[in-house]
């Protein structure tokens, strides 16, 4: 098990930007593939953006992607997602989560195969 913590959120305006970090504890976060899920109210928690064990390939949901960018440092067991021209839309709670392993393009989509989550922060873009 990993323990995770997220920070960063917060209300801003639309076209703004904000920088999520997720710190883990309890074991070496290199040992994980590293993804970002959001969950509006009333609505089903969906993938973000995740990022492989070394970092070298990273995946995005059609939605997010070119606006929003996933990195990691391992050596100080932390990942971020950096969230440029925020709209809206991307209000919802922002969930860190940690896969045992690697994954696929396609698994790595996958909400079910991440059995480590943060508490979720909150992010709020207003019009």
């Known amino acids: 098990q990993v323990q995770l913590v997220e920070s960063g959120g917060g209300l801003v305006q639309a076209g703004d930007s904000l920088r999520l970090s997720c710190a883990a504890s309890g074991r070496s976060m290199g040992m994980f593939t590293m993804g970002w899920f959001r969950q509006a109210p009333g609505k089903e928690r969906i993938f973000v953006a995740a990022?492989?064990?070394?970092?070298?390939?990273?995946y995005y949901s059609a939605s997010v992607k070119g606006r929003f960018s996933i990195s990691r440092e391992n050596a100080r067991n932390t990942a971020s997602l950096q969230m440029n021209s925020l709209k809206p839309e991307d209000t919802a709670n922002y969930y860190c989560a940690a896969l045992d392993g690697s994954c696929s393009r396609t698994a790595c989509y996958d909400r079910r195969l991440y059995r480590n989550w943060g508490p979720g922060t909150q992010v709020t873009v207003s019009s």
């Open positions: 990022i492989s064990r070394s970092g070298e390939h990273t």
